[in-house]
C-alpha cells in the first residue's frame, strides 16, 4: 500500500486505507460520475509519521490518568496533543509523495497551485456507532504545498478532539488503532450549487428526483440563509414537472483573493431561476445514475462548475444513502409525514466558508 491513493485507483479493498470519504469519492469516479479530480493520502502515511515522530510517548504522557468528567483537563490536554501533531515533523518519503501528487493535480487542472479542499477522513467514522462521526477538521481553498502539507497534519491532529478522545476513553478503544486518511481534491466554483434527493423528501415519493439550488457557493442553503430554488424531475422521463422558483437575496461568490463574499443580488437575478433545463436533467440522470449504482435511494450534493464547458460542467460532491424516508416503513412514507429536507446534509466543497474548528 503507497501513501497516495488517486481517486480513479480507488478499489473496495482499500477502504480501511482511506475511510469513508475518500472511498465514496473513489467509487462514485470508478462508477463513471463525474467528481472534482483528487486523492486521498492513506492511513499509513499517517502511521508512518507518527512513528517517525515517536508519538505515542506523547500520547501515553498526556492521556495517562485522563479524567473524561473534568472538562478543564480534558480540553487542555486534547490540545496539547493536537498542538503536537499539528507542529510534528511528517515523514521525509510521505510529505515528498504528498508534494508530488499535489503537483500532478495541479498541473491536470492546469492551474499553478491549484485551490483544494483537504478533508479528513478517519476510519472510525466508518464504525455503526461512532457518535463523533463528522467531527474532524476540513480546511478548504487551501494553494500551495507548504499550506497543503500544514492543512493534511492539522487534519491528523483533530483525531483529537475532546468528544472523540472522550468516546474513546469512555469505550475502551485504544487511542493508537484510530486512524486518518486525508483527502486533497480541486475545490469548485460553482455558478450555482445545491443538493438532490433520489426521492421527494416531502412524502417520500420515490418516482422523481428532488433538487433545491441556488446562486453560487451552497453556504447559503445550507445555513438557510437564502431559500433555494426547488425542483422535481421525473425519474423515468426527466421531465420537469414542478418548479419553484425563489427569491434570493444573496448570493455566497468566490472573491478575486481566493477568498468567499456575501454579495446581495439585484431584482433580477435574485428572482430568476439559478438552473436552466438541460442542467436540471444532468442532475437528475447524475442522481439517477448513483442512486442505481448505490442500490438505495441516494442524498447527493452538486455543483455547476465555473471552470468546465458547458454540458459538461455538472459534477458531483457527494452522494451518500438517503436516511429520513428509507427507514420509515412504506405506510409511514404514504401518510405523507414532514420532513426537514436539509437533516442529513453536511457542509463540504460547495460550502467554502466552513472550516471546521477542533473541539
Keep these: 500500500m503507497t501513501s497516495i491513493m488517486w481517486f480513479e485507483s480507488y478499489w473496495v479493498g482499500m ?60 480540553s487542555e490536554r486534547c490540545a496539547a496533543i493536537r498542538d503536537a501533531i499539528a507542529t510534528m515533523p511528517m515523514d521525509a518519503d510521505v510529505e515528498q ?19 483544494v479542499a483537504v478533508r479528513s477522513s478517519a476510519t472510525s467514522e466508518d464504525s455503526p456507532d461512532a457518535s463523533f462521526a463528522g467531527e ?10 507548504d499550506a497543503v502539507v500544514d492543512a493534511v497534519r492539522r487534519c491528523w491532529a483533530s483525531l483529537f478532539t475532546d468528544r472523540a478522545t472522550c468516546y474513546r476513553v469512555e469505550m475502551g478503544y485504544e487511542h493508537r488503532s484510530v486512524e486518518m486518511s486525508v483527502v486533497v481534491q480541486k475545490m ?58 425563489s427569491r434570493k437575496e444573496v448570493e455566497f461568490r468566490l472573491s478575486d483573493h481566493d477568498t468567499v463574499e456575501k454579495v446581495a443580488l439585484d431584482d433580477e437575478r435574485g428572482a430568476a431561476p439559478c ?19 448505490y442500490g438505495c435511494p441516494q442524498d447527493i450534493e452538486w455543483a455547476v462548475d465555473a471552470d468546465l464547458p458547458e454540458g459538461e460542467n455538472v459534477v458531483l460532491l457527494q452522494s451518500r444513502p438517503e436516511t429520513v424516508w428509507s427507514k420509515k416503513a412504506p405506510a409511514s412514507a404514504a401518510a405523507g409525514v414532514g420532513v426537514d429536507t436539509m437533516a442529513s446534509i453536511v457542509l463540504t466543497l460547495m460550502s467554502p466558508l466552513y472550516t471546521k474548528k477542533s473541539s
Design 15 to 74: 477502504k480501511p486505507e482511506v475511510g469513508g470519504k475518500a472511498s465514496s469519492l473513489g467509487e462514485m469516479t470508478g462508477a463513471g460520475l463525474p467528481v472534482p479530480p483528487g486523492f486521498a493520502l492513506t492511513t499509513q502515511a499517517y502511521r508512518t509519521s507518527r512513528d517517525a515522530a515517536d508519538l505515542d510517548a506523547t500520547l501515553s504522557r498526556l492521556l495517562y490518568g485522563l479524567d473524561v468528567n473534568d472538562t478543564s483537563m480534558v
Design 97 to 115: 509523495a504528498l508534494r508530488h501528487a499535489y503537483a500532478e493535480l495541479s498541473r491536470r487542472s492546469g492551474v499553478a497551485d491549484v485551490p
Design 136 to 145: 474532524h477538521d476540513t480546511y478548504l481553498w487551501v494553494r500551495g504545498a
Design 188 to 245: 469548485v466554483r460553482p455558478v450555482s450549487a445545491g443538493v438532490a434527493f433520489t426521492l421527494n423528501p416531502a412524502d417520500g415519493d420515490r418516482s422523481v428526483i428532488a433538487i433545491d439550488a441556488a446562486w453560487g457557493f451552497g453556504e447559503g442553503v445550507v445555513s438557510g440563509e437564502i431559500t433555494p430554488d426547488n425542483f422535481l424531475v421525473d425519474k423515468v422521463l426527466f421531465e420537469i414537472t414542478k418548479r419553484k422558483v
Design 275 to 293: 438552473m436552466t433545463d438541460a442542467q436540471l436533467k444532468a442532475v437528475a440522470r447524475l442522481a439517477r445514475t448513483a442512486e442505481k449504482h
